[in-house]
């Protein structure tokens, strides 16, 4: 069955912790997604407790396409599924910009590969979850299995081959 892709908001709340380290001065984490999305602007200060403050990073969207189904099926049936989330190191302060939020497990091999994005699964919502499995049910198609048929090795073409003698040269001295 084939359909449009479907969309949903989502915001991110992240936690900033500063760490006594040389080479980093902060550790960064998500802490949760808001399936309402609140009106604030992103990077607002939510909490601060000592060396912990809670931002609001923003909103995006998550988008779930009908030719991806069976990465929504393995995250669903991964025992615990997940939700993505994907920060971006910039200039700007507090120094991350919300990127991306994903259902998709090939969606972020394809971040984790581009550097030094900050990666994060926290748990998904049980709303996400139940828009999602509703999605694959409507979208999701078995595809069959099919066996690639490979050449028959010709177990001669690897065979040691002896030189072919030149007439009137001595074999040992070439």
């Known amino acids: 069955m084939t359909g449009q892709a479907e969309r ?8 900033r912790q500063r760490i006594d380290n040389p080479w980093v001065d902060a550790r960064w984490r998500v802490t949760g997604a808001l399936p309402d ?4 602007a992103p990077w607002t200060v939510l ?13 995006t969207e ?16 991964g025992g615990r599924p997940m939700l993505y989330v994907i920060l971006r190191r910039c200039a700007e302060e507090p120094g991350l910009r919300l990127l991306a939020v994903t259902v998709d ?18 748990p998904l919502p049980p709303d996400l979850a ?3 499995s509703d999605f694959v049910a409507r979208h999701h198609a078995e595809r069959p299995f099919h ?4 050449d028959r090795a010709d177990p001669e073409a690897m ?3 002896v030189p072919a003698a030149h007439p009137g040269k001595d074999q040992r001295h070439g």
Do not use: C, F
């Open 8 to 15: 949903r908001g989502v915001g991110v709340t992240v936690e």
């Open 37 to 40: 999305l609140p009106d604030r």
């Open 47 to 59: 909490a601060q407790d000592g060396e912990r403050t809670g931002y609001y990073a923003g909103a």
């Open 62 to 77: 998550i988008v779930l396409h009908p030719g991806e189904t069976e990465n929504y099926v393995e995250n669903l049936k």
């Open 105 to 122: 497990p090939g969606e972020v091999d394809a971040h984790s590969d581009a550097g030094d994005d900050l990666i994060e699964a926290i």
């Open 130 to 132: 139940a828009w999602m």
């Open 147 to 150: 066996k690639r048929q490979r």
């Open 159 to 161: 065979a040691r081959r």
